[in-house]
């Protein structure tokens, strides 16, 4: 079996997940995931996928991910793997689908509107 491809998006982030059989190895950016993800939360989305369906030590991971923050990038990373797994083996989408794992969150920051502060706070109202 070769490497398998899959793109993940939250946010502003976009992750290039490229999955192939090995040992357990997760690089993303070419660093490994405790340093690039030093917080045990966001460590533990990235596994999240592969502790479901019982793959953590079957596959090396190599990412690359670009935009947004280091929330937006871990989900990213998610979506991405989720979607590489069902792609090497589509009975683990049972496992993964209920859990939220194959849906993209379609959640975007909202623009700021003119005449206003923010997107939605406007600005201080004088009656008088």
């Known amino acids: 079996m070769s490497t398998t ?3 993940g998006r939250r946010k502003t982030s976009v992750a290039r997940v490229y999955v ?21 939360t ?5 596994r999240q996928p592969l502790s479901l369906t019982d793959n953590l030590n079957n596959f090396d991971i190599t990412v690359n991910v670009e935009g947004g923050g280091i929330t937006g990038q871990a989900e990213a990373i998610r979506l991405g ?6 792609e090497i083996n589509p009975e683990l ?4 689908k209920p859990e939220g794992l194959m849906t ?9 509107k003119f005449g206003q502060k923010k997107a939605r706070k406007r600005f201080q109202f004088s009656k008088r």
């Open 20 to 40: 192939k059989p090995g040992k357990g190895e997760i690089m993303i950016n070419k660093r490994e995931l405790s340093n690039y993800f030093s917080t045990g």
């Open 93 to 96: 989408r049972i496992t993964l």
């Open 104 to 112: 993209r969150d379609p959640r975007m920051v909202e623009r700021k």
């Open 81 to 86: 793997l989720s979607r590489a797994l069902c």
């Open 42 to 46: 966001l460590q533990y989305k990235v």
């Open 5 to 7: 491809h899959a793109i």
